[in-house]
């Protein structure tokens, strides 16, 4: 895995090359200032008509400037969405189940790709056992309104795609102590 | 139980911009346009949904294999230790998600690190102030993401408490 320094750098040449037909010729960032706007963005953007320009004051850059950056993150990657992030909790999808399955090596790949097609996964990834106590290596997440929605959804995919056989656990979430965003940034101070 | 009621306006808001937020000096007002209200009124829900508790933030969400190092990790300790021990992980601002599920290993908390090695004295202190060994599951694959999906608002009742 690349350290935080070496992708900045590869982030300001590809910035660099980008900004000649970029409508926003702004001055590139320097590291400290990345670091700053990311620390500043990982808490969400202010509540204010120009957020991005009260951000630009906060890290000594133009709002020209913040905003190409943003836009460059988006495009190499480092950022896969950019929006609102939202409290399913809260808006009532209270139900929600990590259902874990021991499938064989050779076969996760399929099988996460049949449960990627169900509309009602949001997540799917595939992690290490770690045997005697976990033998689950294939992880996908269900939210629902209500549990007994989320176990027959279960049901439905154990029955579409063969899974009697497979060794599986539901857990359903009772208690949230913490959701927020990553902090990636803090630590990364000493990289800059 | 409290219920909140959402405007039109504030689910039409939660359904289009959790990816694409206007990257422009007046987004509101971009995002007022799109949706025929005015920048005051895209403001004025935003910052309801952010008071009824529903708005986590409005930013980026990072790719965690680019940003850095990140794994799921749970506990398994007993029930009536439970909330004793989700505050003692909590206390860690690597942590960033944290909750309690029916099982066993019945904490599950992501920790997220600059580092592999930043994240794994994060793991061993956390194993140090709880006293359990901590089940670590880095991602190795992901087949699907889709954190930014459509919500149904005339399916139920919107709660909050």
């Known amino acids: 895995m690349s350290s935080l320094s070496s992708q900045q750098q590869h982030l300001q040449e590809n910035h660099r090359t980008e900004n000649m037909q970029n409508e926003f010729t702004a001055e590139l960032l320097s590291a400290n200032q990345l670091q700053k706007l990311r620390e500043i963005l990982e808490c969400g953007l202010p509540h204010v008509a120009q957020p991005y320009l009260a951000i630009a004051e906060k890290v000594s850059a133009t709002e020209a400037q913040v905003l190409a950056q943003i836009e460059h993150w988006q495009t190499d990657g480092l950022v896969k969405r950019f929006g609102l992030v939202v409290k399913h909790r809260q808006l009532g999808y209270k139900a929600n189940a990590m259902v874990v399955w021991n499938i ?9 790709a049949m449960f990627s097609s169900c509309p009602e996964v949001s997540l799917c990834y595939r992690r290490p056992r770690r045997l ?4 689950y290596n294939l992880f996908c997440m269900i939210h629902g309104t209500d549990r007994s929605i989320v176990l027959a959804q279960i049901d439905a995919m154990v029955e579409k795609f063969s899974l009697q056989d497979i060794e599986k656990d539901i857990l359903f979430s009772f208690k949230a102590y913490k959701q927020q965003g990553a902090r990636y940034g803090k630590k990364g101070l000493t990289n800059g | 139980m409290m219920t909140t009621l959402l405007t039109l306006l504030e689910q039409n808001i939660i359904n289009q ?39 986590s933030r409005i930013g980026p969400v990072f790719n965690h294999k680019k940003a850095g190092s990140s794994t799921l990790a749970a506990l398994a300790v ?3 230790s439970l909330d004793e021990i989700a505050e003692i992980v909590n206390q860690f601002e690597q942590v960033n998600h944290n909750y309690a599920r029916e099982h066993s290993y019945n904490l599950w908390f992501v920790v ?8 794994a004295q994060v793991i061993e202190q956390i194993e140090q102030l709880t006293g359990y060994q901590v089940l670590v599951l880095p991602m190795e694959a992901s087949y699907h993401i889709d954190l930014a999906f459509n919500i149904n608002f005339s399916q139920h009742q919107l709660g909050g408490h």
């Open chain 2, 78 to 80: 007993p029930e009536e």
């Open chain 1, 132 to 135: 005697p106590h976990w033998p």
């Open chain 2, 17 to 55: 911009y959790q990816k694409g937020f206007p990257l422009c000096s007046q987004p509101y007002k971009v995002i007022a346009d799109e949706l025929n209200s005015t920048e005051e009124e895209v403001l004025s829900a935003i910052l309801k949904l952010d008071d009824a508790g529903i708005l």
């Open chain 1, 104 to 112: 064989a090596d050779e076969h996760v790949d399929r099988v996460a």
């Open chain 2, 112 to 119: 997220t690190a600059s580092d592999d090695e930043a994240l």
